[in-house]
T-cell receptor
Framework: GQSLEQPSEVTAVEGAIVQINCTYQ??????LSWYQQHDGGAPTFLSY????GLEETGRFSSFLSRSDSYGYLLLQELQMKDSASYFC????????????FGSGTQLTVLP | EAGVAQSPRYKIIEKRQSVAFWCNPI?????LYWYQQILGQGPKLLIQ????????DSQLPKDRFSAERLKGVDSTLKIQPAKLEDSAVYLC????????????FGPGTRLTVL
C-alpha cells in the first residue's frame, strides 16, 4: 500500500515563497502529482514528476527525489487566490496506475 | 471543451436510504474514476473504469456501493443502504486513455446522511 505525509497547514503572506513538502512510502512508485483544491471546488491538476528533478510551470514548481521518497511543491509570488488545499498524490506501478492522495495542506495567504 | 458534469450537487438522505449519483465525463475520455472525499481528507479512489470495464474496485465497499458505466460514457454510483459514515463529497474524474498524468475532476456531489 501507499502512505503520504504532508503538513496540515501552512500560512504565508502575499508575494512570499512557500514550499509544501510531501514524503511517501509505497510498494511501487511511478510518479508524484500535485493537485490544488479551493474550498467547495474540484481538485485541479498542477504538476507531475516521474523523474528526479525540478519541473517549473509559471509561478509553481515541483521537485522529486525518488531516492529520498520525497517531493515538494514550490509556490512563488504568492497571491490571495493561491489560498487553497494542496494535495500530493502518488501513482503506483500496478496495472491500474491508481492515484493515492495525501491528506492535503491548507495554505492560507495573508495580505 | 466542457468539463466533467455531475449531478446532483447536493443530497441529504436518512440512514438506510438509497442514493445515486451521475457523472458525464469529458468527451473522448476513456478512463473514469469515482472518488470519495471525507471532510479534511484527500480523495480516496472507489472505482476506476476503462471504457465500460472495471479496472480497479479494490476500495469499493461492495456490500453497499455499486457503480456502472454501461455504454462507456456516463456512469452512476449507487449507495444502498447509506450509513452515517458515507457523508462525504463524491467526485467523478476522467482522463484520456493512456494519459497517466492528469485527471479532470467534476464539481462533486456533497452527500449528507442523517
Amino acid at each position: 500500500g501507499q502512505s503520504l505525509e504532508q503538513p496540515s497547514e501552512v500560512t504565508a503572506v502575499e508575494g512570499a515563497i512557500v514550499q509544501i513538502n510531501c514524503t511517501y512510502q509505497t510498494s511501487g512508485f511511478y510518479g508524484l502529482s500535485w493537485y490544488q483544491q479551493h474550498d467547495g471546488g474540484a481538485p485541479t491538476f498542477l504538476s507531475y514528476n516521474a523523474l528526479d528533478g525540478l519541473e517549473e510551470t509559471g509561478r509553481f514548481s515541483s521537485f522529486l527525489s525518488r531516492s529520498d521518497s520525497y517531493g515538494y511543491l514550490l509556490l512563488q509570488e504568492l497571491q490571495m487566490k493561491d489560498s487553497a488545499s494542496y494535495f500530493c498524490a502518488v501513482r503506483d506501478q500496478g496495472s491500474a496506475r491508481q492515484l493515492t492522495f495525501g491528506s492535503g495542506t491548507q495554505l492560507t495567504v495573508l495580505p | 471543451e466542457a468539463g466533467v458534469a455531475q449531478s446532483p450537487r447536493y443530497k441529504i438522505i436518512e440512514k438506510r436510504q438509497s442514493v445515486a449519483f451521475w457523472c458525464n465525463p469529458i468527451s473522448g475520455h476513456a478512463t473514469l474514476y469515482w472518488y470519495q472525499q471525507i471532510l479534511g481528507q484527500g480523495p480516496k479512489l472507489l472505482i476506476q473504469f476503462q471504457n465500460n470495464g472495471v479496472v480497479d474496485d479494490s476500495q469499493l465497499p461492495k456490500d453497499r456501493f455499486s457503480a456502472e458505466r454501461l455504454k462507456g460514457v456516463d456512469s452512476t454510483l449507487k449507495i444502498q443502504p447509506a450509513k452515517l459514515e458515507d457523508s462525504a463529497v463524491y467526485l467523478c474524474a476522467s482522463s484520456l486513455a493512456g494519459d497517466l498524468n492528469e485527471q479532470f475532476f467534476g464539481p462533486g456531489t456533497r452527500l449528507t446522511v442523517l
